[in-house]
Structure formats: C-alpha cells, structure tokens
Nanobody, 127 residues
Framework: QVQLVESGGGLVQAGGSLRLSCAASGRTFSTLSMGWFRQAPGKEREFVATINRRGAWTSYTDSVQGRFTISRDNAKNTVYLQMNSLKPEDTAVYYC????????????????????WGQGTQVTVSS
C-alpha cells in the first residue's frame, strides 16, 4: 500500500504563488509515477501535471503550462507542484496521485492510471 499526504494549500491572491508537497510512504518512491489532479466545486476531477519515475519527463494540462512546475525528490520521497501566477480559476482541491504501473505517457495524464490518492489540499485564489 502507498500512503500519500499533501500539504501546502491555502489562500492566495491572484498572481501569487504556492508550493504543494506530497509525501509518499509504503513503497520505494522511485518506482512510482506521480501526478497532480484537481477538482473544483461542481466540476469533475481534472489532470494538472505528471512526472515519471526518474523525473526526466513531465507533462501539463494546457491551462497551467508555463505557470506550474512538477518536480520530485526521490531521496525525500516527495513530489512537488510549484504554482506561480495563480488565477481564480485555479481554485480547487488538489490531489496527489501515485501509479505503480508501467504505462504510456498518455496514460499518465488519466486519473484511472493512478491507484493511490491523497486526501487533497484546498487551494483558493482570490481575485
């Protein structure tokens, strides 16, 4: 079993920055592909960013490209999401997710690929 604990959410003004962290335990971290997803009120959960096991490959949804950066520290068993130039439409609960499967890069953008999820952390961006 993999346990994921997110932190770093909060309230920020538009244009500000936040860094989310997700600490993993229960499995060798370098064997996990990691992702961030978000869910706004009344909307479906959506893909935000993903990173492969070694951190050599990343992918982002178009709306955050150039503003958000996903990274990982395998020595600390932690994945990060640096969020800059935040907009009110970024307001959502952000979830960290982990996958143990060997999948395609396309599949790493899909929630169904990830078998483990954190409890979520709220990000609120005020205008």
């Amino acid at each position: 079993q993999v346990q994921l604990v997110e932190s770093g959410g909060g309230l920020v003004q538009a244009g500000g920055s936040l860094r989310l962290s997700c600490a993993a335990s229960g499995r060798t971290f370098s064997t996990l592909s990691m992702g961030w997803f978000r869910q706004a009120p009344g909307k479906e959960r959506e893909f935000v960013a993903t990173i492969n096991r070694r951190g050599a490959w990343t992918s982002y949804t178009d709306s955050v490209q150039g503003r958000f950066t996903i990274s990982r520290d395998n020595a600390k068993n932690t994945v990060y999401l640096q969020m800059n130039s935040l907009k009110p439409e970024d307001t959502a609960v952000y979830y960290c997710a982990a996958s143990t499967a060997y999948t395609t890069t396309t599949q790493l953008r899909q929630a169904g690929t990830f078998g483990y999820w954190g409890q979520g952390t709220q990000v609120t961006v005020s205008s």
